[in-house]
């Protein structure tokens, strides 16, 4: 790098009061958290990651020194939160992955949906209907997800013959909320993650990161 695109002393130095302002955010935001997803807490944590990284950038471009800054999953985070600082409306975007692990069950409780529905029409007197639902996992799950509410599926998903993958949640702020059908045709081209005011994600990586660590521990402590 050349040294009319290093920085300056003096933007080094405005990076590293920025970290500090940083740590006494979020170490006031752990102070006055109200639970374990408290979303001051993720919003300062984001925050203190980005000043760190900028810190770190400045320190080594000037000084060809780095910190021994390392902040877990701070690759993976969201931008720092750039939305308006009292949101009149906001957009909740939810994400649940499932596989299909049990074909069979699933058609077989989509059937008893179909047969139990009170608007179906009934047969002619002698006449056989055939089954709605039949072999097509594609109506199977649409008359699924048409009988119950996301959330029900969410907790009831092995009785209906899925298993769960990853999940995630997002809640964004907006300036206002849109006009009615404004946004239906394209529902999730307008995510904006510099608005997500918090996230929630759900994943087996966590559980599987949780158990190296266990086994990890395990590893270390002495022979009997």
């Known amino acids: 790098m050349s040294d009319a695109a290093q920085p300056t002393a003096a933007e080094v130095r405005a990076a590293a009061e920025a970290v500090k302002a940083a740590l006494d955010r979020h170490l006031d935001a752990v102070e006055r958290r109200t639970g ?18 900028a810190y770190d950038e400045r320190l080594y471009d000037r000084y060809d020194e780095v910190t021994p800054f390392e902040i877990p999953g701070a690759d993976d985070s969201l931008p720092p939160y750039a939305g308006p600082e009292e949101p009149n409306a906001l957009s909740v975007l939810i994400r649940r992955d499932y ?3 049990e074909p069979q069950r699933l058609l077989a409780q989509a059937q008893r949906i179909t047969d139990l529905d009170p608007e179906a029409e009934e047969p002619d007197e002698g006449e056989r209907t055939a089954p709605v639902v039949g072999g097509s996992v594609h109506a199977a799950l649409g008359v699924l997800f048409g009988e119950y509410e996301p959330d029900e599926i ?29 946004w239906l045709s394209t529902p999730f081209d307008h995510a904006d993650p510099q608005r ?29």
Request: hydrophobic share 40%.
């Open 99 to 101: 596989a299909v692990a």
């Open 196 to 224: 997500v005011v918090c996230r929630f994600d759900v994943s087996a990586v966590f559980d599987e990161e949780d158990l190296e660590d266990d086994l990890d521990e395990e590893d270390l402590r002495p022979a009997p």
């Open 36 to 53: 374990d997803d408290d979303p001051d807490v993720y919003e300062a944590f984001n925050a203190l990651a980005a000043a760190a990284e």
């Open 154 to 182: 969410a907790s009831r998903h092995k009785e209906f013959g899925l298993e769960e993958g990853d999940s995630t949640l997002w809640v964004s702020a907006a300036d206002e909320l849109p006009e009615p059908g404004e």
